[in-house]
């Protein structure tokens, strides 16, 4: 089964700063990562696919790199509504599995 | 647009069955596979299971393999996940979500199950 570990598990920031958010595979998921954005009492919600491919609607502050087992969620400049958890997810196979989360606190 | 609500939650004692349903709506379900993920207290997401477009191929978590079956019933737009020998680390919110072609993309506002005696 493929582990997902991202760093770090808590991310104090301040709004306007520009943040990074790292997910790893245990074995290679080519481009098959999506990274969502979870708020206290609220389902995910999709941000990225495909590793790089912004979901409709999501703000272009958000972005996303990397493939094979090294990935990256940025956030150019964080807004007061971008506070959540935020966590990554390979499709690669099954069984599917999401990363420990990252909470992005407001410093 | 996209809805899913799912439904069938509630206390149950260890050892004992539960049936989650979720309905769906605003798209041709008959297309698309459909997922349970769960979500502990205080903790992260856990992919539960998937059962593809046309019901003929189902996968788990090897946490509940073997104790929880997932289906679906395209004739009424509802996907179902049977709980069985359900214990106290099985204590979540279950989401439904719908794939987009290979990942999710909509999800339910969950339903809460807890085990307890």
């Known amino acids: 089964d493929i582990q997902m570990t991202q760093s770090p598990s808590t991310l104090s920031a301040s709004v306007g700063d520009r943040v990074t958010i790292t997910c790893r595979a245990s074995q290679t998921i080519s481009s098959y990562l999506a990274w969502f954005q979870q708020k206290p009492g609220k389902a995910p919600k999709l941000l990225i696919y495909r590793a790089s491919s912004l979901e409709s609607g999501v703000p272009s502050r958000f972005s996303g790199s990397g493939s094979g087992t090294e990935f990256t969620l940025t956030i150019s400049s964080l807004q007061p509504d971008d506070f959540a958890t935020y966590y990554c997810q390979q499709y690669d196979s099954y069984p599917w599995s999401f990363g420990q989360g990252t909470k992005l606190e407001i410093k | 647009q996209v809805q899913l609500v799912e439904s069938g939650g509630g206390v149950v004692q260890p050892g004992r069955s539960l049936r989650l349903s979720c309905a769906a709506s605003?798209?041709?379900?008959?297309?698309?596979?459909m997922h349970w993920v769960r979500q502990a207290p205080g903790k992260g997401l856990e992919w539960v299971a998937v059962?593809?477009?046309?019901?003929?191929?189902?996968y788990y978590a090897d946490s509940v393999k073997g104790r929880f079956t997932v289906s679906r019933d395209n004739s009424k737009n509802m996907v179902y996940l049977q709980l069985k020998s359900l214990r106290a680390e099985d204590t979540a919110i279950y989401y439904c979500?719908?794939?987009?072609?290979?990942?999710?993309?909509?999800w339910g506002q969950g339903t809460q199950v807890t085990v307890s005696s």
């Open positions: 059962i593809w477009y046309d019901g003929s191929n189902q």
């Open positions: 605003g798209y041709n379900f008959n297309n698309y596979g």
């Open positions: 979500a719908r794939s987009g072609g290979l990942h999710l993309v909509n």
